[in-house]
């Protein structure tokens, strides 16, 4: 998944401007908005792949019914791109919130990682079917 993930992270990079003006026809009209927004596309889109990590950490820590680390990473990445905003708006303008995004969902995954899990299968590789958790 990782791969097809990172595939279509490098797909999006390269076709971005293509895939903003068939997604908003407005672009036409205004090529300096299209060149910011594909900037910021190109910011934002590597934020899927530390998503998509923070979801299978995420995933793991919930099933151990372990919440915490869980609950906070909305705060992690929402003050990720405040402080994007606040930090950097006057260095890089609008594209303060797009570094911002990238730098908050990078923060996720080390928060879920401050709890180390050790990997205990629930079931035995070979259940049986009179195995009572089958």
């Known amino acids: ?9 490098l797909l999006g990079e390269v076709f971005a401007p293509q895939f903003l003006l068939l997604a908003n026809k407005g672009f036409r009209k205004h090529p300096e908005t299209l060149t910011l927004c594909v900037h910021m596309t190109r910011i934002i889109l590597p934020a899927q792949l530390f998503f998509f990590v923070g979801s ?3 995933s793991r820590l919930q099933v151990r019914k372990i919440f915490i680390y869980q609950a906070f990473a909305p705060l992690i990445y929402n003050s ?3 402080l994007g905003a606040l930090l950097f708006h006057r260095q890089l303008g609008v594209s303060s ?8 969902c990078s923060r996720i995954r080390p928060a879920q990682l401050l709890r180390r ?4 299968p629930a079931l035995p590789p070979h259940p049986g079917f009179r195995h009572p958790h089958f």
């Open 117 to 120: 899990i050790p990997h205990r």
């Open 80 to 82: 990720g791109i405040i």
């Open 56 to 58: 299978v950490m995420g």
């Open 97 to 104: 919130l797009s570094y911002g995004v990238l730098v908050g």
């Open 1 to 9: 998944m990782l791969v097809v993930l990172g595939s279509g992270i």
